[in-house]
C-alpha cells in the first residue's frame, strides 16, 4: 500500500510541484515500490535558491512569536498524526514501528525546542569604555540570520534529522532549502506539509527531491547559499567542503564509536545496553557502538552475556511491535557489510553471533580477534556489527578507542569515579556516556564530533548560534 502523503510532489519555493521524471521509493524489507517523488533537476535547484533569496527577507521579518507560533503547532501536527509519520519512516527506511514512533514523538520536540530558543535570540551589551578613548561609547550585540541555508540530510533518521535543521533554522530567521536523502524523501516531505499547515509563510522552506549526484552541485556551490547544515557520510561531507567555497558549514559526519567495560561494572547490563546501542535501526546510527574494550579480567564473562544478548535480538516485520531489527536501507549495502566482515573473518576474526544475510537484512553479528588495520575496525560499518577487544589497562582502552579518524561519542561502564573522569577527559569525541552506550542522545544536548566526525554542533539551541551571526551596535554619544 502506498503510503498517503502530499510527498508525491516537492515543495518548491513554497508551491507543491510535479515533475514527470519520478524516483521510486521502496521499502527495504520487500523491495516493493511505496511511492515515488519528483526528479529534480538542475533548472528546479537554481529557482529553489532564487525564491529562497525572496524567503530570506520574509523569514528574517517573522516576529520572535510568530516563528514559536510555527514551530509549535507543526509539532502539535505531528503529534496528531504520530502513527501516520511513524508508518512512514517505518515504511521507507529500516527502522522498527518502535523506533519510528520514537522518532516522530523526538521530532515534534525537536521543533517545540526551537520555539522555545527562539525566546532566547538575545545579545547583551559591551562595555566598550574599558579601552581608554572610548568613554563616550555604548552598544550591544544581537542575532541575526545567515540568510539562506542548505540542509542535505541521510536516510537513517529520515524526520528527526530534516527537524534538527528546520527547526533551528526558522527559529533564527533563515530560509531553508532542504535536499532529503533519494533513499528517504517521504518523511521530509511530512514534515513540510507539517510546517505549511502550521503557517510558514511561503518561500521560506523548500524541501527538493532528486539525487545528490545531479543537483547536488547547483546548491552547494551557489554564492547565494550562505550556509551548509550538511549531515551524512564523511566522503560526501568532505567533497561538498571543497566545493562549498567561503560559507558557513556545519557536518555532521559517521563515527566507528568505542565503549569501555571495565572489570567492576554489572557486566550483564553493559551487554544489554551496548547490544541496544550497536543494532538501534539495524546499526545504520551514527551513534551506533561498534569496537567494544574490555578489561582482560572480565573478557570471557562480558562475551558471554553478550554473545547471548546479541543473539536474542529479534528479526521480523518492521511493522510488528516485537520486532527489535529489521533490513538495512539496501540490499547493496548489506552486501558491502557482508564483505567487511568476510575480509575480518580473513584477517583472523572469528564470529560469536550472526554473520549471515538474507537479502537486505544482515544478522545482528559479534566479531573478536579481528586486527585492528582490518576495514571494518578502522571504518564506519554503518550496520549491525559490533566487535570486543581484551585490553589490559583503561589507558590501553582509550589509546585503542581514539587511533581512528572518528570521534562522535564514547560510552564507558565503570563503578569508579576517577576511571570515568579520565575517560571523560581523554578520549577524543563530542561526548561521552558514563554507564551508557555511546548512543545516548537527547534533542536539546550539544551533539556533534571532532576529527571525521565532524564540524560544529547541532542540539537545538546550539544550531540556532551556528545558524545565526552576531551583529555588533555601537553608538558614539557626543554628550554622555
Ligand atoms: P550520504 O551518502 O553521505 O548522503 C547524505 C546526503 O548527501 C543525501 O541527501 C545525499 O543525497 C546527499 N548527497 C550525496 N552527494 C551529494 C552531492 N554531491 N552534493 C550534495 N549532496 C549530496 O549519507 P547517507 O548514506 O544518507 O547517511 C549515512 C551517513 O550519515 C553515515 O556516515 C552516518 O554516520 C551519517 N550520519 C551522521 C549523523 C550525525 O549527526 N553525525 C547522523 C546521521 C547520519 P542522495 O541520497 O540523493 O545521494
Given at each position: 500500500m502506498a503510503t498517503k502523503t502530499a510527498g508525491r510532489k516537492m515543495l518548491l519555493g513554497g508551491e507543491w510541484v510535479d515533475r514527470e521524471d519520478r524516483i521510486p521509493v521502496y521499502d527495504p524489507e520487500n523491495g516493493e515500490q511505496i511511492d515515488s517523488v519528483p526528479a529534480a533537476a538542475k533548472e528546479d535547484m537554481e529557482y529553489a535558491i532564487q525564491v529562497a533569496e525572496e524567503g530570506a527577507a520574509i523569514a528574517e521579518s517573522l516576529t520572535v512569536r510568530e516563528r514559536m507560533d510555527i514551530l509549535n503547532k507543526a509539532a502539535a501536527y505531528i503529534d496528531e498524526r504520530r502513527e501516520e509519520f511513524a508508518e512512514t519512516i517505518a515504511k521507507e527506511g529500516s527502522k522498527t514501528i518502535n523506533e519510528a514512533r520514537g522518532e516522530a514523538k523526538r521530532a515534534a520536540e525537536t521543533l517545540r525546542l526551537g520555539a522555545e530558543e527562539a525566546r532566547r535570540l538575545t545579545g547583551e551589551s559591551i562595555n566598550f569604555d574599558q579601552m581608554p578613548g572610548n568613554e563616550n561609547r555604548m552598544g550591544y550585540y544581537y542575532h541575526f540570520p545567515v540568510g539562506v541555508i542548505a540542509a542535505i540530510t541521510p536516510f537513517n533518521d529520515p524526520l528527526n534529522l530534516v527537524a534538527h535543521k528546520v527547526s533551528p533554522g526558522i527559529a533564527a530567521g533563515n530560509a531553508m532549502i532542504v535536499k532529503p536523502a533519494t533513499e528517504t524523501p517521504l518523511s521530509a516531505l511530512k514534515l513540510a506539509e507539517a510546517l505549511v499547515h502550521a503557517g510558514l509563510p511561503k518561500k521560506v522552506l523548500t524541501v527538493i527531491t532528486g539525487r545528490g549526484r545531479d543537483i547536488g552541485d547547483t546548491l552547494v556551490e551557489s554564492s547565494k547559499v550562505n550556509m551548509i547544515s550538511f549531515t551524512g557520510g564523511l566522503e560526501t561531507g568532505e567533497a561538498i567542503a571543497k566545493k562549498a567555497g567561503l560559507k558557513k558549514l556545519s557536518m555532521e559526519l559517521g563515527s566507528n564509536s568505542p565503549a569501555i567495560v571495565m572489570a567492576d561494572t554489572d557486566l550483564k547490563k553493559a551487554a544489554d545496553s551496548l547490544t541496544s546501542g550497536a543494532f538501534a535501526a539495524s546499526g545504520q546510527n551514527c551513534l551506533g557502538v561498534q569496537r567494544i574494550f574490555i578489561e582482560s579480567s572480565v573478557y570471557d564473562e562480558f562475551k558471554k552475556h553478550m554473545t547471548k544478548a546479541v543473539s536474542s535480538v529479534k528479526l521480523g516485520r518492521k511493522l510488528s511491535e516485537d520486532t527489535d531489527m529489521g533490513p538495512l536501507i539496501n540490499e547493496k549495502e548489506a552486501k558491502r557489510v557482508q564483505e567487511w566482515v568476510e575480509e575480518a573473518l580473513d584477517a583472523g576474526g572469528n564470529i560469536l553471533a550472526g554473520g549471515k544475510r538474507e537479502g537486505a537484512l544482515y544478522h545482528p553479528t559479534l566479531l573478536e580477534n579481528v586486527p585492528e588495520d582490518a576495514t571494518i575496525v578502522k571504518e564506519?560499518?554503518?550496520?549491525p556489527v559490533v566487535m570486543i577487544f581484551p585490553v589490559d589497562s583503561l589507558d590501553e582502552a582509550i589509546t585503542r578507542s581514539n587511533q581512528v579518524n572518528y570521534g562522535l561519542q564514547a560510552g564507558i561502564f565503570t563503578k569508579n569515579i576517577d576511571a570515568a573522569m579520565k575517560a571523560a577527559r581523554r578520549l577524543h569525541v563530542g561526548g561521552v556516556m558514563i554507564n551508557d552506550s555511546s548512543d545516548f542522545r537527547i534533542d536539546a544536548m550539544p551533539f556533534g564530533g571532532v576529527k571525521g566526525s565532524g564540524l560544529g554542533r547541532e542540539g537545538v539551541a546550539f544550531a540556532i548560534e551556528e545558524m545565526s551571526e552576531k551583529r555588533i551596535i555601537c553608538f558614539k554619544l557626543e554628550d554622555f
Open positions: 564506519e560499518v554503518f550496520g
